[in-house]
């Protein structure tokens, strides 16, 4: 089993910054899957970043987040910039493992998840 745990959150005014730290454990692999997800109250579970050979992030991430990796730690890390209130959510992250599904923005591909860290963006 895998295990996955989040640190990080917590409450910025807009415009502020935060940095998110996930790490995988439990196991004697190199992870080659990690993303980030967000989820709003009321709202799905929506992709944010991920890394699988390379990083993609949505398009309301792109030029604000960026999201990078220490493979030796099984960790992946998203730093967030010129945070909005409507970015206030519980964060995951979540891994897999071999056989892989196809496409990695879809929150059902991934299996191991950790257990979130709430984000709060005031106005």
């Known amino acids: 089993q895998v295990q996955v745990a989040e640190s990080g959150g917590g409450v910025v005014e807009a415009g502020g910054s935060l940095t998110l730290s996930c790490t995988a454990s439990g196991g004697t692999f190199i992870v080659y899957v990690m993303g980030w997800f967000r989820q709003a109250p009321g709202k799905e579970r929506e992709i944010v970043a991920w890394s699988a050979g390379r990083t993609n992030y949505s398009d309301s991430a792109k030029g604000r987040f960026t999201l990078s990796r220490d493979n030796k730690k099984n960790t992946v890390y998203l730093q967030m910039n010129s945070l909005k209130p409507e970015n206030t959510a519980v964060y995951y992250c979540?891994?897999?493992?071999?056989?892989?599904?196809?496409?990695?923005?879809?929150?059902?591909?991934?299996?191991?998840w950790g257990q979130g860290t709430q984000v709060t963006v005031s106005s």
């Open positions: 979540a891994t897999d493992l071999p056989p892989y599904g196809t496409d990695w923005r879809a929150a059902s591909t991934y299996d191991f």
